[in-house]
Structure formats: structure tokens, C-alpha cells
């Protein structure tokens, strides 16, 4: 959990009519100190946040100029059951950032491993945080439920003293895929049938969450739990997360390195390609080793924006009305080519990812990905179709089994049998009358 403006990380508490399970109206709980951790960050504007409307509930369908759609079936919501703590053992601490924790827990009577997220109480007060963005990440880990790489949404808890929430989660025994890249020798990358292997998942991942009209916004791999060799991929962490059923516009969120182009740019109607992007950045991450798009990402620093825009145009190519019509029309489009030294058109991806690193096949995928102008982005179902997924990835081994292993009552058994011999007609008898009584 990384730090954010509080402000907006903390949005307007959902109105009682979306779920009767939301809690009375709270003050917003103010921020601890962040951790040394690449920053989230919201774009500082308090108009934009009070014009933002709130969620609207996840059954509804895309956001339009005119009325939602009509509730797609995968994301009606049922009633939530809130367990209390009580039935909980809580046994160690897997993580923790500036706003919370993840616990590692046993529940009393199944035995079953879970872990349960709590939010940080507000410095000095007698009051538990409010609960109103831990519910909103249920809602949207709820819609995702059945994603078989989206960590598992187990119920909410509430403790019976205080009154405070809690989510949660599947337990995945597996490191984020930051950590796993970190503890490789010397940063050393991964092998391209690794990263087609995770990618492959990452974006089925997406494509599934999409559809139910949930755009994570802070894809990286902080947030994306790896087994070894690409085995298990899960993407988690739904803090930042927004539905496509709440109109625009929408707030400047996510870490800075792997935030999209037009985001930077101040466009307030962007939608789920954000997440695409994101991904590209990781999927150049796992080939490297190093973050790509390696910017500033101190909250503290004006212009951090400019600065992040400047290192993906200087390996993209700054993008013109024709490569990107838009783009010239965009809030901070004319502030950032004032400050953006100039003669950056070409692009030189293809020079960091040779042949010998990436093939021809995969470099496809990888440029669709990271593409400016969103319009020409892959979308997550359109890459999955590219020719480089479809490359045989090595069948699962069948499992040995012992033959020694199995009683010898249950050892199969099988009998011989001899096949009958013809009897021979010794006694010359006709042969019509033979031939009937072999018959009989």
C-alpha cells in the first residue's frame, strides 16, 4: 500500500441506498507517514474531487452520455455476510504501507488460511477509520469473484469492540512480482517463454475484469502475486479501482511509472485501456529487469508529471496530430511541450528489446501495449489473440503414481481366459444336423 493524497484516496462515502452494510458518514482518516515505496498519486485539484459523483453500484453497465445499460448478469451483487473477528486467528503480519495492513489469519472452525486487510485509526482518535473504502474494494474484489487471477474475495469481518472492518482475501502463498524480480541475481531478467506465460495470464486477468466494467488503474508489480515460473499469476490490491458505470470525470491516480500517457495528460474520460498500458510497462519490467518509464515519483516535486511524460516520449517519440489527434487538445499537452526539450519524434523501443531479447512475434505485443495514443492501444482481448500467445506452451507433466502404492486388494486383476477350439465332427454325422447342435 503505497502513499496517496488522502483526499482522494478516501473517496465520498457511498450513499446508503447502494448497500444497506455501509457505515454512518465519517470524517476521512488522515494519512500516516508513507513507506519508502515508489508514491501513488491523485491529482491535487479539491473542485474535481467534489464534482466527482459517487460509485454508482457495480450492476450497472459502461458509463454513457445518457443513462447506463442495462445490469450485465456476471455483476449483480448478493448480500454479503459479515463474519466477526471473533471466528478469526490472527498468526502474522504479511505486509503493511502508509493506510493499512494485510494479516495472516485461520478461521477457528474450517481451519482454512485467509488474509484479512485493515485500515491504519486515525492518529489520536477514539473513532475506526472510516470503512467506507475498504467496502468499495470489497464491491469491486466481489464483481471480480470467479477470476481465477484476481485474488479471491472472501467476505468482510467486523470487530465486535470497535466496530471496525475488515477485508477478506485469499491467501496466496506466492512473493509480488516486484519482490520475485528483485531477489533474481543482479536483476537478471526473465526468459521470454516465462514472460509469455505470465503475460498470457495477466491480460486473460484483465480482459475478464474488464468485462465486468472494473479498471484496476494501479497495475504493477507491487500488485500482481507470482509463483515460480509463471505458474500462478494474481492480480490484487483494488484500492484505486473504479467501475465504468460512474460518469466522468474521473481522477489522476496510480504510480506514477506505469500510469498511462493521457492520464499524465489530464484527460478525465479515460477508460479501461489504462490498465493495457500498465501492463506493457510490466511486461518491459520482467524482459529488463528495471522499471522502463523511470521518472520522479516525489509527491513533492512540481512538475513530476512533465518529468514522468519525459521519459516515455524520449523512448516513444513525442506524438503529433497525426500519430495522436487528440493529444494536442489535452489540459497539459501545451505546458508539456514548453518543457519537453524538443526533437524527441522517433521511436527507438525496438533498440532496447533486439531480436535476441524479444521476438519479432512478441515485440508485436509489446509496442501494441505501449502505444500513446490509446485509440491504437491493444485492448487486453485483442492482444491475447496475437499470433505470440499462440506459440504451444509446454503441457502440465502427468503425475507419477506408484504402483506399490495401491492395496493389493484393489490391484487390478486380470483373468485368462483361453479361447474356445472347434470340436471336430468324429462321428461323420451330417453336416446341416452338426451345425444345428452346435447351435443348441
Known amino acids: 500500500i503505497s502513499s496517496i493524497d488522502p483526499s482522494a484516496r478516501h473517496p465520498p462515502p457511498l450513499p446508503s441506498s447502494v448497500d444497506p452494510l455501509l457505515p454512518s458518514p465519517s470524517p476521512p482518516p488522515r494519512a500516516h507517514p508513507p513507506l519508502q515505496q515508489p508514491k501513488l498519486f491523485v491529482r491535487r485539484a479539491s473542485a474535481m474531487a467534489a464534482r466527482k459523483r459517487p460509485a454508482a453500484a457495480l450492476d450497472a453497465g459502461h458509463a454513457t452520455t445518457t443513462a447506463p445499460q442495462q445490469s450485465p448478469a456476471c455483476c449483480k451483487r448478493s448480500r454479503t455476510k459479515i463474519r466477526s473477528t471473533a471466528e478469526y486467528e490472527e498468526e502474522t503480519r504479511l505486509g503493511e504501507g502508509g493506510f493499512g495492513c494485510v494479516l495472516l489469519a485461520r478461521h477457528r472452525a474450517t481451519r482454512k488460511i485467509v488474509a484479512i486487510k485493515y485500515l491504519y485509526w486515525p492518529d489520536g482518535s477514539q473513532q475506526p477509520p472510516n470503512a467506507a473504502e475498504l467496502l468499495r474494494e470489497a464491491r469491486f474484489l466481489e464483481a471480480c469473484d470467479g477470476n481465477p487471477y484476481v485474488v479471491g474475495f472472501e467476505g468482510l469481518v467486523r470487530d465486535p469492540d470497535n466496530g471496525a472492518f475488515g477485508l477478506v482475501m485469499e491467501y496466496v502463498a506466492a512473493p509480488s512480482l516486484h519482490k520475485f524480480l528483485r531477489n533474481r541475481r543482479s536483476g537478471q531478467p526473465l526468459p521470454e517463454s516465462t514472460v509469455r506465460a505470465i503475460m ?8 475478464t475484469m474488464h468485462d465486468r466494467h472494473v479498471v484496476h488503474r494501479d497495475i504493477k508489480p507491487g500488485n500482481i502475486l507470482v509463483g515460480q515460473d509463471g505458474e500462478l499469476v494474481k492480480i ?4 484505486l479501482a473504479i467501475s465504468m458505470s460512474e460518469l466522468p470525470p474521473y481522477n489522476q491516480a496510480g ?29 518491459a519490467e520482467m524482459l529488463t529487469g528495471k522499471t522502463l518509464f523511470l521518472g520522479d515519483d516525489d509527491d513533492d516535486a512540481a512538475d513530476n508529471e512533465i518529468t514522468q511524460l519525459w521519459s516515455i516520449f524520449r523512448l516513444l ?18 505546458k508539456a511541450l514548453r518543457l519537453l526539450p524538443p526533437g524527441h519524434k522517433q521511436n527507438k523501443l525496438r533498440e532496447l528489446f533486439p531480436q535476441e531479447k524479444l521476438s519479432e512475434h512478441g515485440f508485436q505485443v509489446l509496442q501494441g501495449l505501449l502505444t500513446c495514443n490509446p485509440n491504437q492501444r491493444l485492448t487486453a482481448a485483442t492482444a491475447l489473440k496475437h499470433r505470440w500467445f499462440a506459440a504451444p506452451r509446454p503441457a502440465a507433466a502427468a503425475p507419477k503414481v506408484d504402483a506399490l502404492s495401491f492395496p493389493k486388494k484393489k490391484a487390478p486383476r486380470i483373468k485368462f481366459i483361453p479361447q474356445a477350439m472347434p470340436q471336430k465332427n468324429l462321428l461323420k454325422i451330417p453336416l446341416a444336423v452338426w451345425n444345428a447342435a452346435q447351435r443348441v
Open 236 to 239: 490484487c490490491d483494488f484500492g
Open 200 to 207: 498470457w495470464k495477466l491480460l486473460t486477468g484483465a480482459r
Open 317 to 334: 517519440g513525442t506524438p503529433d496530430e497525426r500519430t495522436w489527434p487528440e493529444f494536442t487538445s489535452l489540459p497539459h499537452t501545451a
Open 255 to 283: 504510480t506514477p511509472f506505469y500510469v498511462a500517457p493521457e492520464v499524465l495528460l489530464g484527460k478525465r474520460d479515460y477508460d479501461a485501456l489504462v490498465d493495457t498500458w500498465s501492463i506493457g510497462c510490466v511486461m
